[in-house]
């Protein structure tokens, strides 16, 4: 039987995961983007495993194998590919012609396999919360060439299926940007994931297919929850995510104006199973991001990819 302090703890470590999980569409087409020749843009992704000094492969050390697997999930969902968990055949979703690859360069141009291992216990710094400027202390790359994805080795007592991850948004001038976590001059940008999340699992939990990442890469690439500000009128700035004032699980209930809401869209907070779109005002506003946010376009020709 759980004593009151346990309870106690799990309820803040949920309300703390909630919080993380609130950052945040807007479609503008008056702004082109320059497709490359293939019609796919390429972002390199450096995955910083922090872990408490086990073998690789065993419990926070994760296993190259699962880092690589959750990366084609990532391209899995971004490119809405058939035959896997990431298709659908919404008439509003679809391919964001985005692809993440593990980085081939690392930050002096040498090759690597875009996974950088540190155990947490050779850090003498401070310790600076549940945040990107705490894990930044192990490993942060150069934002503009790589997007630094944190896996975090959190204890499973109170964190498994309680606190998932969060994500920096980008400091754009669209809509609802208010709603995401910007950082402040000389923050270290970047993912969280807590490592139980990340990648495929036979965990006990709604979040054990590696969706985790999908919703927080939305949020990096500026998308934001379907209900952004619990507001009606100003959610998402998407016109093709049903008006929402609250957030939005498994269950289907009708929005703001009397439409079913999408239970199946990456940015809820629905389980892994059930998700499976972003819809096409949500790439828009990613495509967005790549033009106009210098940071994220600078990714497009980071010699990391080459």
């Known amino acids: 039987m ?32 320059s497709i490359p020749e293939d ?21 926070t050390n994760l296993s190259t194998e699962r880092i690589e697997r959750q990366i ?30 593990l980085a081939k360069k690392d930050r002096n141009g040498n090759p690597t396999n875009g996974i950088n291992r540190i155990n947490e216990n050779t850090l003498n710094g401070p310790y600076l919360g549940y945040n990107q400027n705490n894990y930044a202390q192990y490993g942060y790359w150069d934002s503009s060439n790589y997007i630094n994805i944190w896996t975090t ?26 709603f995401l976590p910007i950082p402040q001059l000389g923050d270290p940008e970047g993912i969280l994931i807590n490592w139980m999340h990340f990648g495929e699992s036979n965990i006990d939990c709604q979040a054990r297919f590696g969706r985790t990442l999908t919703h927080e890469m939305g949020h990096y690439l500026g998308v934001l929850h ?34 079913t809401v999408a239970t199946n869209n990456y940015m809820n907070w629905s389980d892994d199973e059930m998700m499976n779109m972003f819809t096409k005002d949500q790439i828009s506003r990613m495509h967005n991001v790549l033009e106009h946010h210098e940071g994220r376009h600078n990714l497009l020709s980071s010699p990391a990819i080459k």
């Not at 470590?13 to 702004?31: I, K, P, R």
């Not at 058939?82 to 012609?97: F, I, L, S």
């Not at 007592?157 to 920096?168: N, P, R």
């Not at 004032?245 to 703001?256: I, L, Q, T, W």
Request: hydrophobic content about 30%; proline content about 6%.
């Open 72 to 101: 084609e999930i990532l391209n899995e969902d971004f490119r809405r590919k058939v035959g896997t968990r990431g298709y659908n055949e919404h008439p509003d979703g679809g391919d964001a012609k985005i692809e993440f690859v």
């Open 39 to 59: 019609n796919i843009f390429y972002l390199p992704v450096i995955v910083h495993v922090i872990h408490k000094g086990e073998n690789i492969g065993e419990d």
């Open 226 to 259: 379907p209900w952004g500000g619990n507001d009606c009128e100003f959610n998402d700035y998407c016109d093709d995510t049903p008006a929402v004032d609250r957030p939005v699980y498994n269950s289907a209930f009708m929005g703001c104006e009397g439409e």
């Open 2 to 33: 759980k004593t009151i302090n346990n309870l106690i703890s799990q309820y803040i470590n949920f309300a703390f995961a909630l919080c993380l999980l609130f950052c945040s569409c807007s479609n503008d087409e008056s702004q082109e983007i």
């Open 153 to 178: 080795p959190l204890s499973g007592e109170y964190t498994e299926c309680l606190v998932f991850g969060s994500a920096t948004g980008p400091d754009i001038n669209l809509p609802g940007s208010q």
